[in-house]
């Protein structure tokens, strides 16, 4: 028996629901059908009043969260894919966001985003949203790159008073699995080493950890020891860990799928450097998907965003120095 990245989340939404009558669900087809991957399968009928098909307006599934949660509700919103909270940013952004710094009444609403590409889903259907939302004060943005991440940290969230973004990547969900959902527990917040090194560091988070790793025991059998480290919320951000990290090895590198202007990486690269320039050996460096829209063709989406082998490439020019 093993447990996947989507029965992890829906498993923490059964226990969430069964242990907390002020949760309940809201998202386009996750009752009747379960949402578009199943993340809800079966539960509208275990609990009929507190799962709910949404209509096809995000905006609107996010304005009922923020009501909801204002008056003592903890919804989680389910959007069919994280290219669609677009849609609803304004009341992500300038409701949830800041209602508490408005008015000293949290609002705590959890939004899942089925994150990242996969093979064949193209530009509006693959896209990484989580350094968008880490922009914004008030936001918690978390990226579980595990199974037992994808189960504690959603437990994690809806317990918090504020608003989170929890970013599951789609990559993930059947490919991923693990033979029990209890892994080495650790709080939002708090990052974890996955694999140590003594000659540079990844940094990153999501389904780039398992591709990091990989690209980590290519190089081993060169001799060189990667350090990997997965951030697993990108806000707020484990600096502590990173720089501890770079302290041991000198060298950098911080891999995302997202989209390489600014983002999650840029902020781990400037912050090493204004806090830790003194650590390090070699000028920091960063690799993300290409800059361009996410292709359909399987191919070309797997030449554009990071795999082992340009994350390897990456590596040997940063141990060069």
């Given at each position: 028996?093993?447990?996947?990245?989507?029965?992890?989340?829906?498993?923490?939404?059964?226990?969430?629901?069964?242990?907390?009558s002020r949760v309940f669900l809201y998202g386009q087809d996750i009752a009747t059908f379960g949402g578009a991957f199943k993340a809800t399968k079966g539960l509208a009928q275990e609990f009929p009043n507190r799962v709910f098909d949404?209509?096809?307006?995000?905006?609107?599934?996010?304005?009922?969260?923020?009501?909801?949660?204002?008056?003592?509700?903890?919804?989680?919103?389910?959007?069919?894919?994280?290219?669609?909270?677009?849609?609803?940013?304004?009341?992500?952004?300038?409701?949830?966001?800041?209602?508490?710094?408005?008015?000293?009444?949290?609002?705590?609403?959890?939004?899942?985003?089925?994150?990242?590409?996969?093979?064949?889903?193209?530009?509006?259907?693959?896209?990484?949203?989580?350094?968008?939302?880490?922009?914004?004060?008030?936001?918690?943005?978390?990226?579980?790159?595990?199974?037992?991440?994808?189960?504690?940290?959603?437990?994690?969230?809806?317990?918090?008073?504020?608003?989170?973004?929890?970013?599951?990547?789609?990559?993930?969900?059947?490919?991923?699995?693990?033979?029990?959902?209890?892994?080495?527990?650790?709080?939002?917040?708090?990052?974890?080493?996955?694999?140590?090194?003594?000659?540079?560091?990844?940094?990153?988070?999501?389904?780039?950890?398992?591709?990091?790793?990989?690209?980590?025991?290519?190089?081993?059998?060169?001799?060189?020891?990667?350090?990997?480290?997965?951030?697993?919320?990108?806000?707020?951000?484990?600096?502590?860990?990173?720089?501890?990290?770079?302290?041991?090895?000198?060298?950098?590198?911080?891999?995302?799928?997202?989209?390489?202007?600014?983002?999650?990486?840029?902020?781990?690269?400037?912050?090493?450097?204004?806090?830790?320039?003194?650590?390090?050996?070699?000028?920091?460096?960063?690799?993300?998907?290409?800059?361009?829209?996410?292709?359909?063709?399987?191919?070309?989406?797997?030449?554009?965003?990071?795999?082992?082998?340009?994350?390897?490439?990456?590596?040997?020019?940063?141990?060069?120095?």
């Amino acid at each position: 028996m093993s447990v996947t990245y989507i029965d992890a989340i829906r498993e923490a939404q059964l226990k969430l629901l069964r242990e907390d009558s002020r949760v309940f669900l809201y998202g386009q087809d996750i009752a009747t059908f379960g949402g578009a991957f199943k993340a809800t399968k079966g539960l509208a009928q275990e609990f009929p009043n507190r799962v709910f098909d949404a209509p096809i307006s995000e905006d609107a599934m996010l304005g009922l969260a923020v009501g909801a949660a204002i008056e003592g509700m903890r919804p989680i919103i389910e959007m069919q894919f994280a290219d669609f909270s677009s849609i609803a940013f304004n009341q992500i952004v300038n409701q949830a966001a800041t209602h508490y710094y408005r008015t000293g009444v949290p609002v705590p609403l959890t939004v899942r985003l089925p994150s990242g590409g996969t093979p064949g889903s193209g530009p509006f259907h693959s896209q990484s949203m989580e350094s968008i939302y880490a922009h914004y004060p008030g936001l918690i943005v978390v990226t579980p790159a595990t199974v037992s991440d994808a189960y504690h940290m959603l437990l994690d969230s809806v317990a918090l008073e504020d608003p989170v973004i929890y970013c599951e990547h789609k990559f993930l969900y059947r490919w991923l699995k693990a033979k029990s959902i209890n892994g080495d527990y650790l709080p939002i917040g708090q990052a974890r080493i996955v694999r140590p090194g003594k000659h540079a560091t990844v940094v990153t988070y999501s389904a780039m950890v398992h591709e990091a790793v990989r690209a980590a025991e290519r190089l081993q059998a060169d001799g060189w020891e990667i350090e990997v480290v997965d951030l697993r919320s990108v806000k707020p951000l484990d600096m502590d860990t990173v720089l501890a990290s770079v302290a041991r090895t000198g060298r950098l590198l911080a891999v995302g799928e997202a989209f390489p202007w600014g983002g999650v990486t840029a902020e781990v690269v400037a912050r090493t450097v204004s806090e830790g320039f003194h650590l390090l050996d070699a000028p920091p460096q960063r690799l993300n998907s290409r800059d361009t829209p996410v292709p359909y063709h399987p191919k070309l989406w797997a030449a554009h965003r990071p795999t082992p082998e340009s994350i390897g490439e990456a590596l040997r020019r940063l141990l060069s120095f």
